[in-house]
Structure formats: structure tokens, C-alpha cells
């Protein structure tokens, strides 16, 4: 099934057209953005049970933008009726005209030549099996709860096991002279912790299930509960890892890390206007194995960043950064492609309709290769094959990345010895650790139960991936 537009945007869309004529007809360029979203997270453990509305992602809102004379100006609103489109258009006017009298000493207004606004209908939906507020909050909760109950039966170590899911399901709407675009999105995350204990030691075991869809992530979530405990008790007997450089092989969610961290951030070209991304200086030139192709877009796989159009209206695109490791481009909104002089990629993206857009990663991967993953494990002398990501963090203006990762599984002459290590801190140069790649399996997978933010705010979802990848890479 499709999701269904949002009956509150239908209504509110003549309303929003009489308030753009009347933009129209006084600044050279106005556009509306309209979002009607919502979501609700869900958890249940040994303490307890919580539902609870995610205030970042649920809203009702409105963004107007206008630009006029080389400037662009933004207001953001949260409702609008028929009687108060002329006191909301005063509003704009009265606030947006004054703008340009009250910059900040020192700053400068950056002039333009002109706003592209090419023609374009879009009207789609994203696809669901079972919506969660068809479920409703009690069956939801009582899948949870068999979950939650059924890993801590798993062992006697086994002491807690929290299992939570949680969904947006959102609107939007874009309004402009030549366009006319609608979206109706859903997604819907889930994961378990499973936390076990020997003596004073206490260790997570942490698996991620995420999709464009509906409850039906709960299928995904309950197959991988095993996993989670046993990786929970496995970790308990962890040693800690002795640094150096090794051969190594990352699993999927560690690849996506790598991805999201080492050229996600780096290519973000409002940086590159910034002059904060070294990659700016690399355009054409090899920055990976000849074995990476990387792409970013909405439109690239299904996932929760996946979407039809961005927030300033421009068409979901799959951009590919990264072709047989040479850094093609990066990825743009629409206001940093006017100062660079480049085309928008569509990854202008806002927290919410009173946040500027900034450029932002959607669903960003690594193309899968050629190997098997056995053979990949099978060329390893000695080295560690690299399972749960946990945190990243990098450094664009010098190329610098530090990830986390909870386990390193040791390989010797070829196998997996059964011994882990634990926890990981991955580091690197991101061309050395990139150029290192040597192998990558033929398939990949993604996921994005979490979210991403520019700098330590402006948060968003994403999702990344891609295949097992075989690399260089130095451990401490």
C-alpha cells in the first residue's frame, strides 16, 4: 500500500497558492515548503515501558523563501487559514524587507544572478505493509514486550534486553511559480540491546533493523535477537586490542561508517564554499582503490533517507562522489550550487520548517565488487574482521577520521579463530585508509536507525552502507 497524502496539506494547498501569488507578485522568486509529519518511538525492557511522540520529527509547519535584487531571505510560520493569508503576507513583507538593513558588522551579502525554477509535477508515495498507527500503540508494544521477554530467556547471563522501534510518516509539500510537488514518506527503525553480565562486567549487544515501510521491520528485528545475545556474552570474555596497522575485513555497517565519516561529511560542498573541505582540492583526482564507486542520493537505494524531492525542491538525485576511486564531485543544496556554480544534487535538506537547509547526506554507499566473503577471509594472514559500528566522528579540513567499533574478530592463516577484542578505535588518513582497499564482497546492505547532524545540531536521518570491504587499517 501507499502512503496517503496528508489531508491537512489538501486543505491548506489553496490557501498557500493565494499566499505565493501574492509573493509572486512582489519579490522575483517565492517558494513554500509545507510539512506535515509525524512520529512516535517505542521501547520496552526489565524497567519498563515507554511511548513517547519525537518532538524533532513531528511538526506541522511552513517555510517561505524569496529571493529579489541578488538576495534571499527566508520566514518560517505554523499555521495559515483563508481570513489571515493577507496578515501572514504583511508578516513576510514586513520582516523579510528589513533584513538586509541589519546585517551583522562585518558580513556581507552575497549577491545572485538569477534562481533556476524549471518546471516539475511530483506527486508519489512511498510503499508500506502494516501501518504502525493501524497496529496501534498496544500491539506494538505487546510484539515488543514477546522480544524483549524472549532474549532475556535467552541465557542466565543474559539480564536485560531493551527493544525498541520507532517511525515517521510525513508530508510535504513545494510550492513555486513552474513547480508543484508532493511526497508522502514512511519509515520505520528498530533495534535490540541485549545487555549481559559475568561478575562485575556488563557488555551490549547491539543489532539495527531499518526500512522504508511500516511495522513490518518488527519481522527483521526478531531474527536478529540470537545474534544479539550472543554477541552480548561473547564480549565478556573480550581482550583489548594491541595498536597497530592490520588486515582487515569491515562488515557492511562498519563499511557505511567508513562511508558516512571518511567522504560523507568531506564532500558536503556548503563546506566546500567555506573553504572547511579539503576535498574541494582533490576534484579529479584518486582518492580510493579503483575498486570504489560511492554514491549519495535519495533516490540511490530505499531506505529512511530515501525521499522524492528535497527540502528546496529540487528532484531526488543518485550522485556519484566517488567513480573507480577518482572524487567526480560532491553533493550540494540548492544555495551553495548558486555560489559554486554548479547543478543541485537535491540534498538540501532542513531539520524542520524553521531551520535553514543545509547540505546533507541522504542514503550514502559503496558499490558492492566482485569477491566472496570467505575468500576475503580466506586472504587474511593475520588480522580481524570488524562487526558493530558504534560512533564516528572526522575532520573535512584535514582528511583525519576516528571511528568506533565494539568488535574485532580475529582471523589467522585464513579462518576465524573465535577470538574477540574489544572495544576498537579505527584511525586513518581517509585516501591512505581508501587507496588500502583490496577487496570487496558482491552484495551490499545499509540501514540508518540513526541520525546525523551538522556539526552538533540540524539533525536528520541517513542511512549508509555498502559491502565487506578488505583494507589497511590501523587499530588501537
Not at 63 to 72: E, I, L, M, Q, T
Not at 177 to 204: F, H, P, R
Not at 322 to 342: N, P, R, Y
Request: charged share 25%; aromatic share 8%; glycine share 8%.
Amino acid at each position: 500500500m501507499k502512503v496517503r497524502e496528508s489531508e491537512y496539506l489538501k486543505l491548506k494547498k489553496p490557501i498557500l497558492k493565494k499566499l505565493l501569488d501574492k509573493l509572486l507578485a512582489r519579490y522575483e522568486y517565492a517558494s513554500i515548503l509545507a510539512n506535515d509529519s509525524k512520529s512516535t518511538n517505542y521501547r520496552v525492557s526489565k524497567t519498563g515501558t515507554n511511548i513517547s511522540e519525537d518532538g524533532t520529527l513531528s511538526e506541522r509547519g511552513f517555510c517561505v523563501k524569496v529571493y529579489d535584487n541578488g538576495k534571499a531571505a527566508e520566514y518560517s510560520f505554523s499555521a495559515i487559514e483563508e481570513d489571515t493569508v493577507d496578515a501572514v503576507f504583511d508578516e513576510i513583507t514586513k520582516r523579510l524587507d528589513t533584513l538586509g538593513k541589519t546585517l551583522p558588522e562585518g558580513v556581507t551579502a552575497f549577491s545572485f544572478d538569477g534562481v533556476e525554477d524549471e518546471k516539475l509535477y511530483i506527486n508519489e508515495s512511498t510503499e508500506y505493509e502494516v501501518d504502525p498507527e493501524e497496529k496501534g500503540d498496544n500491539n506494538i508494544i505487546d510484539l515488543l514486550t514477546r522480544i524483549s521477554e524472549k532474549g532475556r530467556a535467552y541465557d542466565e547471563k543474559i539480564i536485560d534486553c531493551s527493544v525498541a522501534f520507532s517511525y515517521q510518516k510525513y508530508s510535504k509539500m513545494f510550492l513555486s511559480k513552474n513547480k508543484d510537488l508532493t511526497q508522502n514518506v514512511m519509515w520505520s527503525c528498530g533495534y535490540i540491546v541485549a545487555m549481559a553480565k559475568d561478575g562485575e562486567e556488563i557488555q551490549n549487544g547491539y543489532k539495527p533493523v531499518s526500512m522504508l515501510g511500516g511495522i513490518e521491520v518488527l519481522d527483521t528485528l526478531e531474527s536478529n535477537l540470537a545474534d544479539a545475545c550472543k554477541t552480548a556474552i561473547e564480549l565478556l570474555s573480550a581482550e583489548p586490542m594491541i595498536p597497530g596497522e592490520y588486515d582487515c575485513i569491515c562488515e557492511p555497517d562498519v563499511t557505511g561508517m567508513i562511508v558516512h565519516e571518511a567522504f560523507g561529511h568531506g564532500v558536503e560542498m556548503d563546506m566546500f564554499v567555506k573553504d572547511r573541505a579539503q576535498a574541494k582540492e582533490f576534484i579529479g583526482k584518486q582518492v580510493a582503490s579503483e575498486l570504489i564507486t560511492m554514491h549519495d542520493g535519495a533516490s540511490t537505494i530505499p531506505q529512511v533517507a530515501t525521499y522524492f524531492f528535497d527540502d528546496e525542491g529540487v528532484a531526488a538525485h543518485d550522485t556519484i562522489i566517488i567513480e573507480k576511486g577518482i572524487l567526480k564531485t560532491g553533493i550540494c543544496d540548492a544555495q551553495s550550487a548558486m555560489h559554486l556554480g554548479v547543478a543541485g544534487t537535491g540534498n538540501g535538506r532542513r531539520q524542520d520548517t524553521t531551520r535553514k537547509a543545509y547540505t546533507r547526506m541522504t542514503n550514502t554507499i559503496f558499490e558492492a565488487g566482485t569477491s566472496k566473503v570467505e575468500d576475503m577471509i580466506a586472504s587474511i594472514d593475520y588480522g580481524f574482521l570488524l562487526c558493530q559500528a558504534s560512533s564516528g566522528m572526522e575532520d573535512p579540513k584535514n582528511w583525519g577520521i576516528q571511528l568506533m567499533v565494539d568488535i574485532a574478530r580475529e582471523i589467522k592463516d585464513g579462518k576465524l579463530t573465535g577470538k574477540i577484542f574489544s572495544p576498537i578505535v579505527l584511525t586513518g588518513y581517509v585516501p591512505n585508509l581508501l587507496k588500502s582497499i583490496s577487496m570487496i564482497s558482491d552484495s551490499i546492505e545499509a540501514g540508518g536507525t540513526g541520525y546525523c547532524g551538522k556539526g552538533y545540531k540540524e539533525w536528520v536521518k541517513v542511512s549508509d552502507g555498502g559491502p565487506y570491504i578488505k583494507a589497511r587499517i590501523r587499530l588501537g
